[in-house]
């Protein structure tokens, strides 16, 4: 597939850096030299300097033969109009970075058909989605929906408490229908068998019927508890779309921003319904003891600042917060800040990636979420007629290896298979997959795909 790149920013280039890892044709439109020197020295792509909302530019990058055009530049009407010239060359799918709220809140017409843009991504809408999540599922490290919510995956810890320390997969309680469809130990990640023990410290991803979570949570050892005040550190983007959301899920929660900004401070609190917005400074140990904060149920730091981000959220652990998220931009430090004691850390880009991946992959691919630093993804799919993997019992597929099926849905019933399912045409498959077996699944339910 060739693929423009508009930007090459943090999105952009963590875009031609993963696309470019699978051999697409990558082209990369950026008008900054250092950024230009950036992508010449450490990816294996074309760099074409310039802007793109030069039709040269998208010219000289090859835009009347691009099957996708993604602009994710920091001006959000530099990536709409990319995408319109995109349109009018005749590319089939165009992404745009749109972060100001009025252009997504717009009433009076759909701003991505006048735009011509197929998808509109908000890095902080995507982020402040994820958080929302988590509030309402505050036993889990992270929470993610499949199949329009009919199924649900919940990351959670062992804890030192945990019955289910020492224990083989294939001797947990089974009662209620669900997958461990991988577990996170030490920096790896696997897709464990029946065998495999569990150890303290194992963050553990089940997939279950969104409907049947709770009962497997239970089944499994986990609690889940109530969040009623929540503190948000950050009044930016980020944390007034958090807010938004949270108002709107559950009106009696209390939510309390602190933002720096004073300015900023009253604007988000004068467009937010219930929530108290604090102008201060969310580092300073005196606020945040001033503010009770250790009575927080949940507490998440959301500002641009990682350093400020990560601080915020320690002190606030160490208040007595029962539960903290943090925000952080740099990929290449999540090893390290995961053994900081913070329960759950967010990356935009890699939240974004997964957005974008579902308009590259082959097959009917419906979402993609990708985890640990882009080592694994989840891939939500139809299963193709004439499929390899098609009117086959599981056991009978060779699946290939770090790759199994957490959920099956059929007819809007959600099947958690064993090794006795069999797959039928059109069904809408979860699957779980490390980074290095995620083509040969795909080609598993293809309709002309290898056998593996």
Not at 66 to 82: C, H, P, Q, W, Y
Request: glycine share 8%; charged share 25%.
């Amino acid at each position: 597939m060739k693929i423009i790149i508009i930007g090459a920013g943090k999105v952009g280039f963590s875009m031609a850096q993963l696309l470019s890892r699978e051999n697409h044709d990558v082209t990369v439109v950026e008008q900054d030299p250092d950024r230009q020197q950036v992508l010449e020295e450490e990816l294996d792509i074309q760099v074409v300097a310039g802007s793109g909302s030069s039709t040269s530019v998208l010219e000289a990058a090859g835009v009347r033969q691009a099957d996708m055009l993604l602009a994710v530049t920091e001006f959000d009407e530099l990536n709409m109009v990319s995408c319109l010239l995109g349109k009018q060359y005749g590319v089939k799918t165009t992404v745009a970075r749109v972060r100001n709220p009025e252009y997504l809140e717009v009433k009076a017409f759909s701003l991505n058909e006048a735009m011509g843009i197929d998808m509109i991504i908000n890095p902080e809408r995507v982020t402040a989605t994820e958080i929302a999540q988590i509030v309402q599922n505050p036993e889990a490290l992270n929470v993610d929906f499949y199949a329009d919510g009919k199924v649900q995956l919940v990351e959670l810890e062992v804890g030192a408490d945990s019955p289910l320390l020492g224990k083989k997969i294939k001797q947990l309680d089974s009662s209620v229908p669900y997958n461990i469809v991988s577990i996170h130990r030490q920096h790896s990640i696997m897709v464990p068998g029946g065998e495999d023990s569990l150890e303290k410290g194992d963050h553990i991803n089940v997939m279950a019927r969104s409907v049947d979570m709770a009962k497997v949570e239970r089944l499994l050892g986990f609690h889940a508890r109530k969040v009623e005040n929540v503190t948000i550190m950050g009044g930016g983007r980020t944390g007034y779309y958090l807010a938004q959301i949270l108002e709107k899920q559950n009106p009696s929660i209390n939510i309390k921003i602190i933002e720096r900004d004073r300015e900023r401070a009253r604007q988000i609190s004068n467009k937010l319904k219930h929530s108290l917005v604090i102008n201060g400074d969310g580092s300073d140990y005196q606020l945040l003891e001033e503010e009770n904060i250790g009575a927080s149920d949940f507490f998440a730091a959301v500002t641009d600042d990682d350093k400020i981000n990560l601080l915020c959220a320690l002190i606030a652990r160490n208040l007595g917060v029962k539960k903290t998220a943090c925000q952080v931009k740099r990929t290449d430090v999540l090893p390290l800040i995961e053994q900081l004691g913070i329960d759950t850390i967010l990356c935009p880009r890699l939240l974004t990636a997964g957005v974008i991946l579902k308009y590259i992959r082959v097959g009917d691919i419906i979402s993609v979420t990708v985890f640990d630093e882009d080592r694994a993804e989840i891939l939500e799919l139809f299963a193709q007629p004439g499929a390899v993997a098609v009117d086959k019992e599981l056991k009978n597929i060779k699946f290939p290896t770090g790759s199994v099926i957490g959920a099956v849905v059929r007819e809007n019933n959600v099947y958690i298979p064993d090794g006795s399912f069999r797959i039928k045409p059109h069904d809408r498959l979860i699957v779980f997959s490390l980074a290095r077996s995620i083509h040969k699944v795909e080609k598993l339910f293809l309709n002309g795909g290898k056998k593996y």
